[in-house]
């Protein structure tokens, strides 16, 4: 199992730019996929991006491709989500998580989860 720890939420004005990180505590995070995920108020939680675990390849959902972007630094074991351009509707509690598997595809496993951090956007 891997830990994870997520950092660098809070409010930002619509248009704004943040940059989350996610801390991974386990031997294993170079050899799996990880992803962000977010939930709003009264929503489920929706995927937003994912990045298998070599960082060669990564996955948007439609509402943030061209605004947000994952990387990941495997000898920090630590992932990142840029995030530019912010709206209010991005406004949720963004969730680190570590997948099964080296490669993403849609529905797949997830391992672990964060706690969350939350993002707020002002309009």
């Known amino acids: 199992q891997v830990q994870l720890v997520e950092s660098g939420g809070g409010l930002v004005q619509a248009g704004g730019s943040l940059r989350l990180s996610c801390a991974a505590s386990?031997?294993?995070?170079?050899?799996?996929?990880m992803g962000w995920f977010r939930q709003s108020p009264g929503k489920e939680r929706e995927f937003v991006a994912a990045?298998?675990?070599?960082?060669?390849?990564?996955y948007y959902a439609d509402s943030v491709k061209g605004r947000f972007f994952i990387s990941r630094d495997n000898a920090k074991n630590t992932v990142y989500l840029r995030m530019n351009s912010l709206k209010a509707e991005d406004t949720a509690v963004y969730y680190c998580?570590?997948?099964?598997?080296?490669?993403?595809?849609?529905?797949?496993?997830?391992?672990?989860w964060g706690q969350g951090t939350q993002v707020t956007v002002s309009s």
């Open positions: 998580a570590s997948y099964s598997a080296s490669y993403y595809s849609a529905g797949a496993a997830v391992g672990s």
């Open positions: 990045i298998g675990r070599s960082g060669a390849n990564t």
């Open positions: 386990g031997r294993t995070f170079s050899n799996v996929a």
